[in-house]
């Protein structure tokens, strides 16, 4: 994409092919009052409120060039799909340190667009989230102004870290135009066990060695269970496979499930949020759900407390058991679970309390309106639809 500042008509959909292109588009949207929104692999469009049509779509997949390669980290463009990342660093046996959703890595997810939308994987007990992997980034703000320290963004945050402001910030406050992420070493062996039940669980994250992930996953209408996941020199795992099999009653290698890093996706899916230690009344409270309103649920996520549930409501009436749903969720109380869709049809958003309580929602709102005066980024695509 080649354009004027001053000659060219500002398209409704653009793709920019360098950061410099990037800043430009973005300072004309601003001049014209225009809402933007980007896009990269297209994974989370949906995991947000339906958003009215943006006066200028951005596609961030020409951004995409690996800027810089060494044996610890990568730099790329916010476009470079991270299926390439993968395969570049596998190279010299490397791998992204953090873990991400495998489901929307196979469907084209970008560099940029992990870490605007913070995602995490499975395996989140030995390994650090995303934000923690983010070494640097380089944005382009609402206005066009390309920079790389929260300073640059606005001289009200000097002494803020850029990296934590656009990290799950679903693009509402700037734009991720590069960054620098961590490599870590591929592990030499993966072994996967199966363990009826979830009584293990809250054992398993604090054992003498750690699993890489324990994940729990309740088919809809079916009992919960838990996977392990062991990696790393192949003689520590076998060892430790066969401690797991002889300490837990019922546990049996198996290979990898066929959800094992996919989200949860029925008719609509709410993010829970637990205490490891309320796991156990988070599965009894869906056990009951499912009997009483007569709709398929599908609780999977980790031992960490983190879980994605998926209802799946009949197309005629999803609101109305997304709504019973959270509802009932809601009522243990925020220091028990918090709850909040994240997913469903265009009109469930409307139908539901989609957010719930947000505490420091006032915060999100104060950060969003110094950043981006207009509100013309991705407006009400943020957290708590800020």
Not at 261 to 271: H, K, V
């Amino acid at each position: 994409m080649r354009m004027s500042l001053t000659t060219d008509e500002l398209p409704r959909l653009a793709s920019p092919s360098s950061i410099a292109e990037l800043s430009e588009l973005m300072a004309r949207a601003h001049a014209e009052n225009r809402t933007v929104a980007v896009f990269g692999g297209g994974t989370a469009f949906d995991d947000h409120p339906p958003a009215s049509t943006p006066g200028l779509l951005i596609d961030l997949t020409s951004i995409a060039e690996v800027a810089d390669h060494s044996s610890d980290t990568i730099r790329a463009g916010a476009g470079t799909r991270i299926s390439a990342l993968n395969r570049f660093a596998a190279q010299s046996g490397r791998e992204i340190l953090a873990d991400l959703p495998l489901d929307r890595i196979d469907a084209g997810a970008t560099l940029g667009g992990m870490i605007a939308t913070l995602a995490t994987g499975p395996r989140c007990l030995r390994r650090p989230r995303m934000a923690e992997t983010v070494l640097s980034v380089t944005i382009v703000a609402a206005d066009g102004t390309i920079a790389r320290t929260a300073h640059g963004l606005h001289p009200d945050l000097d002494g803020h870290d850029l990296r934590r402001l656009v990290t799950g910030s679903w693009g509402t406050r700037a734009i991720i135009a590069e960054a620098e992420i961590s490599l870590t070493q591929r592990p030499e062996t993966q072994r996967f066990v199966w363990i009826p039940g979830t009584e293990a669980a809250a054992d398993l994250v604090i054992a003498r060695r750690v699993p890489d992930a324990v994940n729990i996953e309740r088919p809809p209408g079916s009992p919960a269970a838990t996977v392990v996941l062991i990696e790393g020199e192949t003689d520590e795992v076998e060892a430790e496979v066969g401690h797991l099999v002889d300490w837990v009653p019922g546990a049996t290698p198996c290979g990898e499930p066929e959800w094992w890093g996919s989200r949860a996706r029925l008719a609509a899916t709410i993010g829970v949020s637990v205490a490891p230690s309320f796991i156990p009344t988070l599965i009894d409270a869906v056990d009951r759900l499912e009997t009483t309103i007569g709709y398929p649920l599908q609780l999977r996520g980790s031992a960490t407390g983190s879980f994605e549930l998926g209802v799946g409501a009949p197309e005629s009436e999803p609101g109305v058991a997304t709504r019973v749903v959270l509802e009932h969720l809601r009522s243990f109380g925020l220091h028990f679970i918090a709850a909040r869709l994240i997913h469903a049809p265009a009109p469930v958003w409307d139908e539901v309390d989609a957010w719930g309580p947000q505490p420091g929602r006032q915060g999100l709102h104060e950060l969003k309106a110094l950043v981006d005066p207009r509100g013309i980024l991705a407006p009400g695509r943020g957290i708590a639809g800020v």
